[in-house]
């Protein structure tokens, strides 16, 4: 069974920094793409970024691309996601999941408040 843990949310001002992690287990995570969904309050989901599993290419949203960074460890099978200069509108639930463009199974999600 895939199990994903999102940790490291909060609340930033805008221009803050966040650093999210996700530690996996339950399946081969190496071979695996990875991606982060979030999604906003009354909103449905959004796809963030994704970073596939063999030669780690990473695609971004239009609004993250040059502030948001997607990497892994896969000897720790962790996914991270570093976001720097966030913005109001980034604020929401970020979910980890395992997938390409945010479809697959995923976590409970780690909350994003991103405010003054």
Known sequence: EDQLVESGGGWVQPGGSLRLSCATSG??????????????????GEWVSTILGGPEITYYRDSVKGRFTISRD?????????????EPEDTGVYYCVKGAYGVGSRGQGTQVTVSS
């Not at 081969?28 to 991606?35: I, L």
């Open 27 to 44: 399946f081969t995570f190496s071979s695996s793409p990875m991606s982060w969904l979030r999604q906003a309050p009354g909103k449905g």
């Open 74 to 86: 896969n000897a720790k099978s962790m996914l991270y996601l570093q976001m720097n200069r966030l």
